[in-house]
């Protein structure tokens, strides 16, 4: 792959781990990007059912000879104030995968990346104090008015507040990184430190 400075130009070329970004598992990419959306949902909506109402037991009124339909209690769903059927009830869709999965579910969203050419490295990033307008000046040299994911070594305080305000740009270090990040951005920067560390963990 091209190496890339700041300004957007190639300065030289840098290998990949073709072992660990060659295969693109889909089944496992989807299953794993799954987790990611179904653990960030929250069902906790809560609707009572005839049995949880409050109300008595006694039948409303007599079976016969009224003229009215038959009712059995005031707690029905079909009564005001009765129950509701079916209705929404708290529960939890969250399921968990192996640390394999996920390690291997990573390295095929890369490598999904790599093959669609959304991903590009360049040299690190090094900043003395938060600078937003620096970000953005990497952006447009790289012509990215689309989501970006920026991935860096390490946490930086610095760079982190230099891309917070940017709506467009989510920042991770490795140690952070997982499938749906990358498959969520359109573009991916990613710095050369943190590409080593990928391709040696």
């Not at 653990?39 to 007599?62: D, L, M, W, Y």
Request: hydrophobic share 35%.
């Amino acid at each position: 792959m091209k190496l890339y400075n700041l300004d957007g130009n190639s300065v030289s070329e840098i290998t990949i781990n073709t072992e660990k970004f060659s295969n693109v598992r889909l089944p496992l990419l989807r299953k794993v990007v799954n987790l990611y959306e179904a653990n960030k949902q929250c069902h906790i909506a809560s609707t009572k059912t005839r049995s949880e109402v409050a109300g008595s037991g006694k039948k409303p009124f007599a079976q016969k000879h009224l003229g009215r339909a038959r009712a059995g209690s005031k707690r029905s769903p079909v009564w005001r104030g009765g129950g509701v059927t079916f209705g929404p009830k708290p529960r939890n869709v969250r399921f968990k995968v192996v640390k394999k999965e996920r390690r291997l579910a990573l390295n095929s969203a890369i490598t999904s990346k790599i093959n669609d050419e959304e991903i590009t490295v360049i040299e690190n990033i090094n900043l003395d104090k938060p600078s937003t307008k620096y970000i953005s000046n990497i952006l447009k040299n790289f012509k990215i008015n689309k989501t970006c994911l920026i991935i860096i070594p390490e946490y930086n305080e610095t760079i982190w507040k230099s891309a917070r305000n940017i709506s467009n740009v989510k920042m991770k270090n490795v140690k952070e990184l997982n499938a749906y990040d990358v498959v969520s951005q359109k573009k991916v920067l990613i710095t050369k430190d943190a590409l080593e560390i990928l391709n040696n963990d």
